[in-house]
C-alpha cells in the first residue's frame, strides 16, 4: 500500500506541473497519473509513445539505439556496422555488457566497432560505394563471421543510400546475409521504433532461412528465450533454470545468441519473451506464420520465478511440471536465507523506478520480496499495452510517470523523498550528488545477474550495499553549500 493518497499524488502532479506554460502543461499531464488497479485500459489514465516536448530534458534513445544497442548488437557472431558517422558506433559500443562467449574479433564479434566513418564527401556524394567496400574488408578481416547488419544512422536516411540494394548484392557475392536495417535515428519518437524495424528486419533477412532445413532434430520440449540481453550474465541464469527444469533452450537471443539460433527459432515448441517491448512484434510474427505459442515471463525475485515456472510448466507435460516443482524446491532454502538476511535491512524502504523496456514493472516483485515498497515507476519509451501491464502490479495511487523529463523525476523525487532510486546513467550522478541512494537498472551498475535464483540473491546483496552505506549521509549537494564552507575548502 502506497505511503500517499490519491489526492496527495493528484496535487503533487499538479504542483510540479506549474512551471510549465499553459500548453506545455497540457500535454504533459497526460503522461502523469495516480495509479488505479482497478482501471482495465492504462489509455484512460496515462498517455504513452508521443514526442518528447521541445526543450524538455527527455531521457530517451534513437530508433538506432533500439536496433543497434538492443536488438541486433548482441548477436555476437555476426558484424553489425554503424553506417554513418563515428560517433553512434563508438557511444553504443560495449555499453550494455552483454555477456558472450567467444574468441573477440576470431568468432564473437560483440565489444567491437565496426563504422563506416562518414566524412562530409560522403554525405556530399553519397556512401554506398563505401558500404560496399567495407563488406569486402570486413570478410578478409574476419572471414569468421556469420554475417553482417548495416545499422542506418540519420544521414543515412537523410542523403538516402541505397542500403537494401548493396546488401542483396552482398548477401549474394558472399553467401552470407547482410542484413539493411532502416534504423536511422530520427524515426519516430524514441528507441522503441528502432525495436520494431529490427525485428522486422529480422523477419525479413533471416528468419525464414532454414524453413525447408530438415536436419533440425527437434524434441517436445524445445523453447526459445527471446528478449534477453545477458546484461551482467541474466540470460545464463535463466536459461539454467529451464534446463533443469526439463525443458531444451534451443535459441537465446539476443543476448550470447548467434545467427543459427535466430533462424532455428521457427522450430521451437514456445517462445518464452522476457522483454515485452522490444520483441514481442517477432513472436507475434512466429506465432501467425509457424503457429509457435509465445507467453511472457519474468525471473526478477522468487514470488515472480515460482509464478513464471509454474506459469512456463503448465504448458507441457507432467514430466516438466514436476520439473518446475523440483527446482523451486532446491533453491527455496537459498532464497529463504537470502531474505532472512536483508528483509530486515531494507523492509518499508522506498523505491522510485524509471527505466526503459520491462524493468519498471517486472522488478516491483523483487523489491516487494525484500519489504520495499515501489512508490513511484515509469518508462522512457513504453505503449500503453506496457502500462496495461504496470498497473496492474502497483499500489493503489502510486506515481506513474512516463517519459518524465528531468525536471520532473528530479522534483517528484525531492516530494516523496524515496530511500532508493533506480534509473539509468544520465540519471545517476545528479542523485547521487544530492546524497540519495542510486542503483543503475539498465546494466545493473557493473554488477549482476539479477535473473533467477542465483541472481536474486545478487540483486538483494547490491541494494542492501547502496542503500545501506553510510556515506550517503556525509554528501551535500555542491549547489547546497554555503559560500564560507566553499571558501574554508578552497583555502
Not at 536459461?239 to 545468441?257: F, H, K, Y
Not at 541472481?455 to 551535500?476: E, S, V
Request: hydrophobic residues 35%; proline residues 4%.
Amino acid at each position: 500500500m502506497t505511503s500517499m493518497t490519491r489526492e496527495e499524488t493528484e496535487a503533487l502532479i499538479q504542483e510540479v506541473l506549474e512551471v510549465y506554460p499553459e500548453k506545455s502543461a497540457k500535454d504533459r499531464a497526460k503522461h502523469l497519473t495516480a495509479n488505479d488497479p482497478a482501471v482495465e485500459q492504462s489509455k484512460k489514465c496515462i498517455t504513452s509513445n508521443r514526442k518528447s516536448l521541445p526543450g524538455v530534458m527527455t531521457i530517451r534513445g534513437c530508433a538506432y539505439a533500439g536496433s543497434k544497442g538492443v536488438v541486433w548488437g548482441p548477436i555476437k557472431d555476426m558484424i553489425h556496422v554503424s553506417h554513418g558517422p563515428v560517433g553512434c558506433g563508438q557511444y553504443s559500443r560495449a555499453g550494455r555488457r552483454n555477456y558472450y562467449v567467444g574468441m573477440t574479433g576470431v568468432n564473437t564479434f560483440g565489444t567491437m566497432n565496426f563504422t563506416s566513418d562518414f566524412q562530409e564527401k560522403d554525405i556530399v556524394f553519397g556512401g554506398d560505394k563505401k558500404l560496399d567496400k567495407l563488406v569486402d574488408e570486413i570478410e578478409q578481416l574476419f572471414p569468421l563471421n556469420k554475417g553482417v547488419t548495416v545499422q542506418s544512422e540519420c544521414p543515412i536516411g537523410l542523403i538516402g543510400d541505397d542500403i537494401e540494394a548493396v546488401s542483396k548484392k552482398k548477401t549474394k557475392e558472399k553467401q552470407k546475409p547482410v542484413v539493411p536495417v532502416r534504423c536511422e535515428g530520427f524515426r519516430g519518437v524514441s528507441q522503441s521504433l528502432g525495436h520494431h524495424i529490427a525485428n522486422d528486419a529480422v523477419r525479413d533477412w533471416v528468419l525464414h532461412n532454414r524453413d525447408n532445413d530438415n536436419r533440425f532434430e527437434s524434441t517436445p520440449y524445445d523453447v526459445t528465450i527471446i528478449g534477453d540481453y545477458n546484461i551482467g550474465g541474466d540470460a545464463w541464469a535463466s536459461r539454467t533454470l529451464l534446463e533443469e527444469m526439463g525443458l531444451r533452450v534451443i535459441a537465446q537471443w539476443s543476448g550470447d545468441g548467434t545467427l543459427a539460433e535466430m533462424e532455428n527459432t521457427p522450430k521451437a515448441k514456445l517462445n518464452l519473451l522476457h522483454c515485452y517491448r522490444s520483441m514481442n512484434y517477432i513472436s507475434r510474427h512466429m506465432e501467425e506464420k509457424y503457429g509457435i505459442p509465445w507467453m511472457e515471463y519474468n525471473f526478477f525475485g522468487p514470488t515472480k520465478i515460482e509464478e513464471s515456472l509454474r506459469a512456463i510448466a503448465a504448458r507441457f507435460d507432467d514430466k516438466i511440471k514436476e520439473g518446475a516443482e523440483r527446482v523451486i524446491a532446491k533453491y527455496k532454502p537459498l532464497m529463504e536465507a537470502t531474505i532472512a538476511k536483508y528483509r530486515p535491512r531494507l523492509e518499508g524502504k522506498k523505491v522510485m523506478l524509471y527505466v526503459g523496456g520491462l524493468r519498471p514493472r517486472h522488478i516491483i516483485g523483487a523489491y516487494e520480496d525484500l519489504g520495499m515498497e515501489v512508490v513511484g515507476t515509469g518508462y522512457e519509451f513504453a505503449h500503453n499495452d506496457d502500462y496495461d501491464r504496470t498497473i496492474k502490479e502497483m499500489g493503489d495511487s502510486t506515481l506513474i510517470y512516463d517519459d518524465v523529463t528531468g525536471y520532473e523525476f528530479e522534483e517528484f523525487v525531492k516530494k516523496i523523498k524515496p530511500d532508493l532510486i533506480g534509473s539509468g546513467i544520465k540519471e545517476k550522478y545528479i542523485f547521487q550528488k544530492m546524497g540519495i541512494p542510486f542503483r543503475q537498472m539498465h546494466s545493473w551498475d557493473y554488477s549482476g545477474p539479477y535473473h533467477g535464483y542465483d541472481g536474486f540473491a545478487i540483486f538483494a546483496r547490491d541494494m542492501d550495499m547502496t542503500l545501506n552505506n553510510p556515506c550517503w549521509g556525509k554528501l551535500q549537494a555542491p549547489w547546497k553549500k554555503t559560500e564560507s564552507e566553499s571558501v574554508t575548502k578552497a583555502a
